[in-house]
């Protein structure tokens, strides 16, 4: 019931596409959902975070997408560039503390 | 503002030996979290310091421990190395111990159990 999972395991897109990323939980106690970037050999980076109250949020070409009735949530990237190459991570907290359960994340490759 | 700083970046012990672990928070952030981040997966919580005091602990054994002092510096201590314990170690800080309030990651220390 802690898990969530995350898919694909890797994600080839030309630049300038539309970059697509799925997350799944059970835990219905779950009220914070981050995205983290990570590149290699550095630590993951908050991207973006939502939270059950909306059903979408935006920052520049990043789009979080949630359902909560179906406990799910996605991750668009708008316009992919070679430079947004990287490993993403979804997690998911609730209750009390900061906690993050963390997916088992997506290499993304956007090829030029 | 200086961001999460950890030492070493890399380390490589033997099976049975004892290591440390060190991390130096963004200044104001009463929170550490420390986290294992094993090749290919996500990283996984090992525990939480808020103000100096264990706030909160994942599935890993007790010889994983750690400190955090007031200075916004941590420690995690691993004893009784085993190789399955190969992994990047991520320490994150965060202005509160309260969901939602975003974790600042530092960059690692990869360790090899040999």
């Known amino acids: 019931q802690q898990q969530v999972k995350q898919s694909p395991q890797s994600l080839i897109v030309q630049k300038g596409g539309i970059s697509i990323i799925n997350c799944a939980y059970e835990n219905t106690a779950f009220d914070y959902f981050p995205w983290y970037q990570q590149f290699p050999g550095k630590g993951p980076a908050l991207l973006i975070a939502?939270?059950?109250?909306?059903s979408e949020k935006k920052e520049g070409r990043f789009t979080i997408s949630f359902n909560k009735s179906a406990k799910q949530f996605s991750l668009h990237i708008m316009d992919s560039q070679p430079g947004d190459s990287a490993t993403y991570f979804c997690?998911?907290?609730?209750?009390?503390?900061?906690?993050?359960?963390f997916g088992t994340g997506t290499l993304l490759a956007v090829q030029p | 503002e200086t961001g999460v700083t950890q030492s070493p970046t890399h380390l490589i012990k033997t099976r049975g030996q004892q290591v440390t672990l060190r991390c130096s928070s963004q200044s104001g952030h009463n929170t550490v979290s420390w986290y294992q981040q094993a090749l290919g997966q996500g990283p996984q919580f090992i525990f939480q310091y808020y103000r100096e005091e264990e706030n909160g602990r994942g599935n890993f054994p007790p010889r994983f421990s750690g400190l955090q002092f007031p200075n916004y510096s941590s420690e995690l201590n691993v004893n009784a190395l085993e190789l399955d314990d190969s992994a990047l170690y991520l320490c994150a800080s965060s202005l509160e111990e309260n969901n939602g309030s975003p974790l600042h990651f530092g960059n690692g220390t990869r360790l090899t159990v040999t």
């Open positions: 997690a998911a907290s609730g209750g009390a503390t900061n906690k993050l359960i």
């Open positions: 939502i939270r059950p109250d909306v």
